[in-house]
Each structure stands twice: as C-alpha cells, then as structure tokens.
C-alpha cells in the first residue's frame, strides 16, 4: 500500500514501524511547518531535514519515504527566492516525487503569489504538485484554486488533496487526480468509502495526512481492508491502494 500524504517530521519511528507491519510500503511525506517562520533559511532548514533526516529514520523501519518539498501556504511569509531555486536543484537531482504541500489557506496576497509561482516552477519542469485544500471555507478556497489552475498548470501534474464529500461535486468532473484523506476531524473511511463507490476508483488517491495534529498512522490499511471486507472488486481495491499512486507518481 502507499499512503499519499503524509508529514513524517511529525511522527515517530514507532509509527512508521506500524505502518510498515500493517502493509504500507511507502509513503510520500509533504512539506509543512506548524510554527511561524519568519526566516527562508529556517524554512530551508525544515526542507532539508524532511528531505536528509526523516528519509532515512523512516527506511530503518523498513517504509520508503518519497519526498514533496514546497512551501506550504502558511509558510509563504518569508523571501522566497532562496527556496525556488532550491526547488529547481531537487527537481533536477530527482530528490522529489511532487512539488507540495502547496495551495492556499487564508488567501492573503503572499499566498496566492507563492502558489502560482510554485504552480509555474512545476509546469515549465513537468513536474507534479500536491495542493492543499483547508478545513475551514473549503469550498471558497477551492473555487479560488480551481480558477488559478488552468492558466499555471497542465491537469496531468494535480492533485488537489482533502476532498471530501461536501466538495466532491465541484472537483470530480476536472481531469485533476483527486486526493481522499481518511483522518479523525477530516473524514472517516466509511465517508471516503462511500465516494469511491459512487464516483468510481479511477481519480482518486488515499492518504492519512498524519501530522502534529491528531492523526491515525493507519487510516490506509484501516479503509483498504474495509473496502475489502464489504466485498469491492480487487482490481478497484489495489487502484486506490497502490496503482493509482504508482502511476500519478511515476514510482
Ligand atoms: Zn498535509
């Protein structure tokens, strides 16, 4: 299995230990820092460490750990230049799997610069990215982000993350790859369960999102195995479990 979104810098080895025996072989971990930075070099300094540090402390539990690296939007008050061209060396030394976690979240005016310009980098490299859609006004943002998207970016390279049933219907008919993330607060996997079966496996990826806030390390495992339980297609179980990802990711 593969969970598509993760932030590993916020757990610990004991959990990716259990993800590991519970049958995930890998995960991609996403960029986020939930303190206020006001200083590129220590947002560097976070990306680098996910990138050197949680990578490996993941692999001695036996779970591969791909890497998205971006600045998330609430990270974007910093001078940014110093992490694009940072984004552009690991896109060229293949050290990323996504440009991400990226997207918008207050809609202040550094955010919505810091998007579209990732946006861009992503585009003009070929390169995927993995957009973050918030708790809060989910739909106003995600409207926002939908309009942004065609004039910055080719459908093949999105995904848009935390869709959940309230906001489905706005996204399903995109060629966007679609993001289900299965975590307390955010959307139980019967709720997840009950989109796949109404719109189908093909668009959508599977992830736990775990992170500082509370989080099930195992809501992929969790959601395959009741997807099993009550009977789905096999074919259609291991899209959402590892085929989709495999194919979106080019692992
Ligand atoms: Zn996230």
Same mark, same amino acid.
């Given at each position: 299995?593969?969970?598509?979104? #993760?932030?590993?810098?916020a757990r610990?080895?004991?959990?990716?230990?259990?993800?590991?025996?519970?049958?995930?072989?890998?995960?991609? !971990?996403?960029?986020?820092?939930p303190? *206020?930075?006001?200083?590129?070099?220590?947002?560097l300094?976070?990306?680098m460490?996910?990138? @050197?540090?949680?990578?490996?402390?993941?692999?001695?539990?036996?779970?591969d750990?791909? =890497?998205a690296?971006?600045?998330?939007?609430?990270?974007?008050?910093?001078?940014? %230049?110093?992490?694009?061209? /940072?984004?552009?060396?690991?896109?060229?030394?293949?050290? $990323?799997?996504?440009?991400?976690?990226?997207?918008l979240?207050?809609?202040?005016e /550094?955010?919505?610069?810091?998007? *579209?310009?990732q946006?861009?980098?992503?585009?003009?490299?070929k390169?995927? =990215? #993995?957009?973050? !859609?918030?708790?809060?006004?989910?739909?106003?943002?995600?409207d926002? #982000?939908?309009?942004?998207?065609?004039?910055?970016i080719?459908?093949?390279?999105?995904?848009?993350?935390?869709? /959940?049933?309230?906001?489905?219907? @706005?996204?399903?008919? !995109?060629? &966007?790859?679609?993001?289900?993330?299965?975590?307390?607060?955010?959307?139980? *996997? &019967?709720e997840?369960?009950? #989109?796949?079966?109404e719109?189908?496996f093909?668009? +959508?990826?599977?992830?736990?999102?775990?992170?500082?806030k509370?989080?099930?390390?195992?809501?992929?495992p969790? !959601?395959?195995?009741?997807l099993?339980?009550?009977g +789905? /297609?096999?074919?259609? $179980?291991?899209?959402?479990a590892?085929?989709?990802? %495999?194919k +979106?990711?080019? +692992?």
């Amino acid at each position: 299995m593969i969970d598509t979104h #993760i932030h590993g810098d916020a757990r610990s080895g004991e959990d990716f230990k259990e993800m590991y025996l519970s049958g995930i072989d890998a995960a991609v !971990t996403c960029a986020f820092y939930p303190y *206020k930075i006001d200083n590129e070099t220590v947002l560097l300094n976070h990306l680098m460490r996910i990138l @050197n540090y949680d990578t490996k402390r993941a692999k001695e539990h036996g779970l591969d750990l791909k =890497v998205a690296l971006g600045i998330h939007p609430a990270n974007a008050d910093t001078n940014s %230049e110093l992490i694009y061209e /940072n984004i552009y060396r690991w896109i060229e030394n293949k050290d $990323i799997v996504a440009i991400g976690e990226i997207g918008l979240e207050d809609l202040t005016e /550094n955010e919505y610069a810091v998007f *579209k310009r990732q946006l861009d980098i992503a585009d003009e490299t070929k390169t995927n =990215v #993995i957009i973050h !859609t918030p708790r809060k006004n989910k739909k106003e943002v995600l409207d926002e #982000i939908l309009n942004i998207l065609p004039e910055h970016i080719s459908p093949e390279y999105v995904v848009i993350d935390h869709i /959940n049933p309230n906001v489905v219907e @706005n996204v399903i008919s !995109t060629d &966007y790859t679609l993001g289900l993330t299965v975590q307390p607060q955010k959307m139980d *996997k &019967y709720e997840a369960i009950s #989109i796949l079966d109404e719109y189908g496996f093909d668009k +959508f990826l599977l992830n736990s999102d775990i992170s500082n806030k509370e989080s099930d390390p195992l809501s992929v495992p969790k !959601t395959v195995r009741e997807l099993a339980k009550q009977g +789905f /297609n096999q074919k259609d $179980i291991d899209k959402i479990a590892f085929k989709n990802a %495999e194919k +979106f990711f080019k +692992f």
